[in-house]
């Protein structure tokens, strides 16, 4: 089981740089891919980006290449995503996610492939 709590949302100006947080609860958090997705208002939740358990690869969707970063430190069982260069349609509420396979080699992009969830955290990007 892992319990995940997200941080570091709020209002930005388009251009300006936020840093999500991720802090994990559970033993056995490095063993897990992760991912952070997003829900826009009126929009279904879409994946943003992940990182494999062991840290050594990543994936974004198109849209936020180039501008946003996910991390890992396993020793403080924290995920992030560094979001720069933003964007007023990067307004969403923000989720991390535990896959539910431990030990898998890739990243899932479907949410149904992820079983633990935070509970979000709203991200506002004013024009």
């Known amino acids: 089981q892992v319990q995940l709590v997200e941080s570091g949302g709020g209002l930005v100006q388009a251009g300006g740089s936020l840093r999500l947080s991720c802090a994990a609860s559970?033993?056995?958090?490095?063993?897990?891919?992760m991912g952070w997705f997003r829900q826009a208002p009126g929009k279904e939740r879409e994946f943003v980006a992940g990182i494999t358990w062991k840290g050594d690869s990543t994936h974004y969707v198109d849209s936020v290449k180039g501008r946003f970063t996910i991390s890992r430190d396993n020793a403080k069982k924290t995920v992030y995503l560094q979001m720069n260069s933003l964007k007023p349609e990067d307004t969403a509420v923000y989720y991390c996610a535990a896959d539910g396979l431990i030990l898998r080699t890739g990243i899932e992009l479907g949410e149904n492939s992820y079983d633990y969830w935070g509970q979000g955290t709203r991200v506002t990007v004013s024009s």
């Open positions: 559970g033993r056995s958090f490095s063993w897990y891919a």
